[in-house]
T-cell receptor, first 115, second 112 residues
Framework: GAVVSQHPSWVICKSGTSVKIECRSL??????MFWYRQFPKQSLMLMAT?????????EQGVEKDKFLINHASLTLSTLTVTSAHPEDSSFYIC???????????FGPGTRLTVT | QQQVKQSPQSLIVQKGGISIINCAYE??????FPWYQQFPGKGPALLIA?????SEKKEGRFTISFNKSAKQFSLHIMDSQPGDSATYFC???????????FGTGTSLTVIP
């Protein structure tokens, strides 16, 4: 299957700082990328959907000014958590879709801890 | 509103047994139903998926049963192994490239 990578796999940052998470599709062109947040023992919560070259569409309740998403190319999307606070600590997962199929391919996730 | 309902929340099965996880949906516009397996600290991995034009799909030890009239689908894991211990999520989607609606997840433990 298609491969999606995320970087970094884990990050610790201080409260008030910003952190950027990269999501790359390694062997296919991702026309759409999705960003999810997952709390322990819970399901995946969709944060936003981004199409290459377009502004991201955010789910209700997700602050677009806090979670900045850029999908500048068909292989790269970034999520920047601005002015991070301890409550932003979570597991962030991206997925990518492309080629006209239904499948979404998930990255390995990024563990963010804000101290 | 939970678009896809999943049960049970947790499941314990003996090695060699059959694990069954069920999902139900309401929106008849859904036309793609995947199952994902997730290990702790990892991203979900696609296990198997089905479209509503078939009632069953089998890949190795994993089988999806799909009941369109009841709007239900289930995952069967035959000959369950300790290595199958993970969290399983069902999902549903409509149209290509659209968002997935995930179930709440089932934590499967296979005991030796």
């Amino acid at each position: 299957g298609a491969v999606v990578s995320q970087h970094p796999s884990w990050v610790i940052c201080k409260s008030g700082t910003s952190v950027k998470i990269e999501c790359r599709s390694l062997d296919f062109q991702a026309t759409t990328m999705f960003w999810y947040r997952q709390f322990p023992k819970q399901s995946l919560m969709l944060m936003a959907t981004s199409n290459e070259g377009s502004k991201a569409t955010y789910e209700q309740g997700v602050e677009k000014d806090k979670f900045l998403i850029n999908h500048a190319s068909l292989t790269l999307s970034t999520l920047t958590v601005t002015s991070a606070h301890p409550e932003d600590s979570s597991f962030y997962i991206c997925s990518a879709a492309g080629g006209g199929g239904y499948e979404q391919y998930f990255g390995p996730g990024t563990r963010l801890t804000v101290t | 509103q939970q678009q896809v309902k999943q049960s049970p929340q947790s499941l314990i099965v003996q090695k060699g047994g059959i694990s069954i996880i069920n999902c139900a949906y309401e929106n008849t516009a859904f036309d793609y139903f995947p199952w994902y397996q997730q290990f702790p600290g990892k991203g979900p991995a696609l296990l198997i998926a089905i479209r509503p034009d078939v009632s069953e799909k089998k890949e190795g030890r994993f089988t999806i049963s799909f009941n369109k009239s009841a709007k239900q689908f289930s995952l069967h894991i035959m000959d369950s192994q300790p290595g199958d211990s993970a969290t399983y999520f069902c999902a549903a989607s409509m149209h290509t490239g659209n968002q997935f609606y995930f179930g709440t997840g089932t934590s499967l433990t296979v005991i030796p």
